[in-house]
């Protein structure tokens, strides 16, 4: 087994550790008005929201999973007094601080902060204008005025607890990804701290994307089907230029991978990432959205002569994933058994989005019946775990973990 403290060449080798976020007061700076702004559809009751996710936390652990969580990780990485005051300057200069006024505001109050773990779950919760000290008239600035009725000072971060998409491990590589949305965008940060500065992660794992970049990736459309191929989604949230660039920096810097599968797949919210839709579960299994079916495009890159080779793939898609990888037939697992309406009705609330935690035990929402019934009696054996808050913010066990480490198969 690797010493490197990011070891992932699969979707299904035996989950070692596991990054989550526990959702937090975050979710509590949810407004109706705003919800589109912050990608929700709905506004989840945070209370049961953590039940639901401490149990699936556990879940894990049951399992001889290792569970990190990035609030933890981020404060560990301000390992002095200089880089707590460097990460506060980024956070606020990427916090959307409107008010000259209002940015030196929030500034004291995180200064004021003490313990780096409150500070972190401070900049994920956000500030309402509230909480800060009243601006004398005389000294606002246009900025401040023009905006007064907005609640906010800085928004929330909400999408937190679906740590798979501001970063995405692979191999010994980390992709640090440039999100689709402003809001999501300022999530990468953390991601930054703890591969740059923590004691045991920064500094150790190649940087294959950086969130410095002008195009979008997401780890939703980032997975890693075996220690030679990887797929990637053509998505809502992802470009085809990032993909391009993320295969460059792979192909160069060497880090493990010969092929990679780019899917390119309708552009919608209810399909936001790859894996809404499709999802590794076993060696020869997969759970796919039958929607996509009729329109997914499969190409094959590679990379020869310093250049990207690239080409598309005709054949049925599972005999495409067979080829690529080795085995003698893939079976697709279609969600709600390809009846239209259960499949629309569970791929919405995730039941294409399983997180496998060894090959053939897989983690799922209990409420999708149609869609793990079949899984079940595809021999897989399930781990059930309840949604019913969690999967307001549209994602499932796989959208809310990153692993860090897997063994090989």
Known sequence: MSTH????????????????????KELENL?????????????????????????????????GVEVLYVEKLAAESLTSPEIRQEFIEEWLEEAGIRGRETKKAVRAALEAIEDNQELIEKT???????ELPEIPESQKGLTDLVESDYPFAVDPMPNLYFTRDPFATMGNAVSLNHMYADTRNRETIYGKYIFKYHPVYGGK????????????????????????VLAVGISQRTDAASIEKLLVNIFKKNVGFKKVLAFEFANNRKFMHLDTVFTM???????????????????SVTYENDALKIVEEHGDLAEVLAENLGVEKVHLIRCGGGNIVAAAREQWNDGSNTLTVAPGVVVVYDRNTVTNKIL????????????????????GPRCMSMPFEREDL
């Open 5 to 24: 403290p990011i070891h992932v060449f699969s979707e299904i080798g035996k989950l070692k550790k596991v990054m989550l976020h526990r959702p937090g």
């Open 31 to 63: 407004l109706p008005d705003y919800l589109e702004r912050l990608l929700f559809d709905d506004i989840p009751f945070l209370e049961d929201a953590q039940k639901e996710h401490d149990a699936f936390a556990q879940a894990l652990r049951n399992e």
């Open 124 to 130: 994920m919760a956000g500030f309402q204008k509230s």
């Open 205 to 228: 794992a190649e940087l294959v994307y950086d969130r410095t970049e002008d195009t979008r990736i997401e780890g939703g459309d980032e997975l890693v089907l075996s220690k030679d």
């Open 281 to 299: 579960v076993d060696y020869d299994k997969f759970t796919i959205h039958p929607e996509i079916e009729g329109d997914l495009r499969v190409y």
């Open 376 to 395: 079940e009696e595809y021999g897989l054996r399930l781990i059930k775990i309840r949604g019913s808050e969690l999967v307001r913010g549209r994602g």
